[in-house]
């Protein structure tokens, strides 16, 4: 647009004008909105996921000092808790109405948290007591604290269908307020999260 | 811009005014394009990156659960063998040609994944029988049949070329297809990933 | 806003267009920035954070290849050292004015990064010789050399305050330049990163 065809203006000229400006305001409008929306589809959210798949003791109180600690900094967090992670999860031991290898499984498996080894010095049991011994002398939160206190601030603690189905752990055995899910359950939650760990 | 300067507007102050106007759309425009360019860069894309260390069957399975999973979401799936996680995509042993620390390590580590054993109560080899067992009865899809998934679902898989060097394992052990990368390779799709796993 | 209303445009109605126009203008301009500034403060940065839980050679050297690696592409790295992974850090063990179990932890935990074992392999000692040496027969740079080229790259060696006070490992066992931080330091920096990863 130069300026001698602008200038003189006849009043048809000026009119159409000003619409081509007002259709390429709105046309800006709608776009900014547009691309807004979309990006905010693909940004990550306050969001942390964590898959529990190791059954020790160390590793299972790591998971949920993070959990914990990044609920209290106001993310969201989802536990997943798959193969032996479930036992972290678990509140009883149950054998009834299981199949052989079922039971097997069950009585090689902490029948809840209290049972777990660490992943280093296991020494039979004995480098459980130390650690929590360690821990309780150092006034560190319990495990059994840490998951209530998970709980209570909301994490969302999920059970992994298919390893309780491989494993035969039942719903009985569980905590209650487990929710159950899969693979996509986790996957749902982890491409929205900032962090997404496996533990 | 008061309405005593505007009204009444002189055809030369009018034109002025209507190509300021033009300029501020077109600087707007231009903005929201570079900015929205700039913004779609920095995004994390629909992919998924996972580094498989281990060489454990139950973790190694693990990271084909998830990986086919989100491959069937529609993220696009990189998977990282590294160290004793190779053993998952070897077809066979080979130990000709190989210096004897090689052939050692060769020779500790499972031929391919089907003499893998899991992270917990291997037994010398009955925790696998077991573990593939329960899978079975359950109707789980064997590590084999998901390794298979994952290449047919186009879930990318790269053998770190350091720990082949490293462990003596040689390109003709692995199974076709696969990539050879670096921790660059791992980093440029993780950095672009929505999840990124070590397992 | 039709053609009828708008063409003959009497001075004073096309004033007020003018600056209804304006008006929308600077509407967008502002929105633009707004939205662009908050979009950009939830983009995940150039970063990358790993917690290095693991104090196991072959784990350790993972997270080290890692962490170069991303601090050679540019980004910001920072290692968080939690439990066995303290080890890595330590320069020497002291026993002077620990309790029995600290004593006894320390005792059982390397002494640094030089006595740590492989996660597979170990053979009391000779899995970490032999895979040192099959790294130094490929030209790969030992685990101290990358933890000196992590620190000559910048990368952020924070040491967890609460492993340290649990297992009883002191400032004057580590390696110097190391922060000291919680929970909160790593998902701080995990929240802005692009790739996490617990090792």
């Not at 600690?69 to 993310?75: E, F, K, R, Y």
């Not at 929710?179 to 749902?188: E, H, Y």
Request: charged share 25%.
């Amino acid at each position: 647009m130069s300026n001698d065809t602008m200038t003189p203006t006849p009043e048809g000229a000026l009119a159409a004008m000003l619409q081509a400006f007002e259709a390429r305001l709105s046309t800006i409008e709608a776009k900014v909105d547009a691309e807004v929306a979309a990006i905010k589809e693909q940004l990550p959210e306050d969001k942390a996921s964590i898959i529990v798949f190791s059954g020790d003791l160390d590793k299972t109180l790591a998971a949920f000092i993070i959990a914990t600690g990044a609920a209290t900094m106001g993310l969201e967090v989802s536990m997943f808790f798959t193969f032996w992670g479930l036992s972290a999860i678990k509140k009883q031991r149950l054998t009834d109405g299981k199949s052989l290898p079922e039971r097997m499984m069950a009585l090689m498996t902490p029948a809840s948290s209290l049972e777990m080894a660490p992943s280093k010095m296991a020494f039979f049991g004995a480098g459980s007591v130390m650690l929590r011994q360690m821990m309780k002398e150092k006034d560190v939160a319990s495990l059994e604290e840490m998951i209530d206190l998970a709980r209570e601030l909301g994490v969302k603690i999920v059970a992994c269908e298919m390893s309780m189905d491989v494993m035969g752990v039942k719903g009985d055995e569980l905590m209650s307020d487990v929710q159950l899910g899969g693979v996509a359950t986790f996957l749902a939650d982890a491409t929205k999260s900032r962090v997404s760990l496996f533990i």
